[in-house]
């Protein structure tokens, strides 16, 4: 039976207000909260759905992050995954480091499908999936809305701009999901207590041979630019003239 | 010297605006050689049309019938082919580029730089994280190829009245058959399309049912406007999931955007703060919307819409 591979990122809560450091170094995460990235969880719930339908045996979740990155795997194990690894380190990895990491991972335990988030909500970058097919030299379904198991293929529906696109891909593949995939399952604390149990094996890049050193330096965090906050009209009749003397009608 | 490929975003035979945008980014670097590409099945029409972009001096030709549907796998390694006499390779940040350009990137051995705001030379760019949060300005190297995505609301798109020359390029890539189209559904509204619209309404939660949502499509043909929504009103069913404007929808950049029942989450926001014009409407008097808003109006809106529609020319 088949293995499905899921990657977590740990990020900052979406809920978290992110704001830049006064110096400019940064974002402000010191004392904020952490969590798995929003997209992986959608990824891992689906993951979970296949194994449960009985079309994978084994989910592993994977992190590439600092020790503290074992809570999330820790919580993607209370969700249901079988076993955890973490590929430990404290600097930011880009996400052709990442692939090169999940590759590695892919070549030693051969899985079915890779299942990722289609974006971290930190880096906005939406690359990793795409780049890990690329060194894989497999197919990719990127921003997955429904994902159907027919043996050896997937018929994958995409969100794209137009509309929906379905396309079929040969397994093994890599898959993205979109925000309406799924709805993630709420933990329950026995699974937590469970989860305890559950293998964690934490490796490093260089024990995997790769070389995660940034291609790209980033000079500095900035604010965005704020609108100029504007006028309040108070009926219809001043909003028209408003439009007006805007020229926008 | 800075050599640029774009690659060519078009459907039905029909550039995309976003391509033209691209043109635009890729002319703010100083002496940039801008080239354009159009992998298709028949690259002809798509090819005249990007031939008469200001700036684009040759259109590349790269016809397959493989490339009859927009596919990563497919495309990725005829990308990866041509690029190898580029210094850069650009390409929209929409669904497309963000599908394509991270697999050719990767294929090329190199990282990406995803929605690139601003072009501070050729190899220091701008770009927004954390939803719009942050931008951060990053440094590459100039001895590798810089592959990127150009973020389409921070360009207007390149005009017409260039000349460029349009030649046919055969390169020899492995075309992979692991990845096969299906189909695509596409609705077709006849209203214009809420990427490149001038003007676009947009409602949100406030709207309380798919059936009341028709006061938006019915405003927005008023104003001759193409339709959003956010992501609540699209995650309750209530408007299409291709409408949805924001941080995971499209981030638009109109000339008027009308924002009804919106409250203005943060990722609602990243996707609107290049329009010209902010228009909200909302009974809630603390909806952060009107933090952005050029015009705010608060109240109804079940009883603003109609008055307004009717006082509108």
Known sequence: ?249 | MTRILIVSEHVGGKLNSSTAKCVTCAASIQGAEIDVAVFAADAATVASQAARLQGVKRVLKVENAANVEPLAAVLAPQVAAVAVNYTHVFGPSTTFGKDLMPRVAALLGVGQVSDIMAAESAYRFRRPIYAGNAVVTIDAAPDRKLVATVRTASFQAAPEGGNASIEAVSISADIPSHTRFVNRSAAATGRPDLQTAARVVSGGRALGSADNFRVIFSLADKLGAGVGASRAAVDAGYAANDLQVGQTGKIIAPELYVAIGISGAIQHLTGIKDARTIVAINKDPEAPIFEVADIGLVGDLFAVLPELENALP
């Open chain 1, 1 to 249: 039976m088949s293995k499905i591979l899921v990657g977590l990122k740990r990020v900052v809560d979406a809920n978290v207000r992110v704001r830049v450091k006064p110096d400019g170094t940064g974002v402000v995460t010191d004392g904020i909260k952490m969590s798995i990235n929003p997209f992986d969880e959608i990824a891992l719930e689906e993951a979970l759905r296949i194994k449960e339908k009985g079309a994978a045996s084994e989910v592993i979740v994977v992190c590439i992050g600092p020790a503290e990155a074992q809570q999330q795997l820790r919580t993607g194990l209370a969700m249901g995954a079988d076993r955890a690894i973490l590929i430990q380190t404290d600097a930011a990895v880009e996400p052709i480091a990442a692939a090169k990491v999940l590759l590695k991972l892919v070549e030693k335990e051969s899985p079915q499908i890779v299942l990722l988030g289609k974006q971290g909500i930190d880096d906005d970058n939406n690359q990793t999936g795409q780049m890990l097919a690329a060194l894989w030299n497999r197919p990719q379904a990127t921003f997955a809305s429904k994902v159907e198991l027919d043996g050896g293929t997937a018929k994958v529906t995409r969100e794209v701009d137009a509309g929906l696109e379905t396309i079929e891909v040969d397994l093994p593949a890599v898959i993205t999901s979109d925000l309406r995939l799924n709805e993630p399952r709420y933990v329950k604390l026995p699974d937590i207590m469970k989860a305890k149990k559950k293998p964690l094996d934490t490796v490093t890049a260089k024990d995997l041979g790769v070389d995660i050193s940034a291609q790209f330096k980033v000079v500095k965090f900035e604010a965005p630019a704020s609108r100029q906050k504007g006028v309040m009209v108070k009926d219809v009749a001043e909003l028209v003239a408003a439009l007006k003397q805007k020229g926008l009608i």
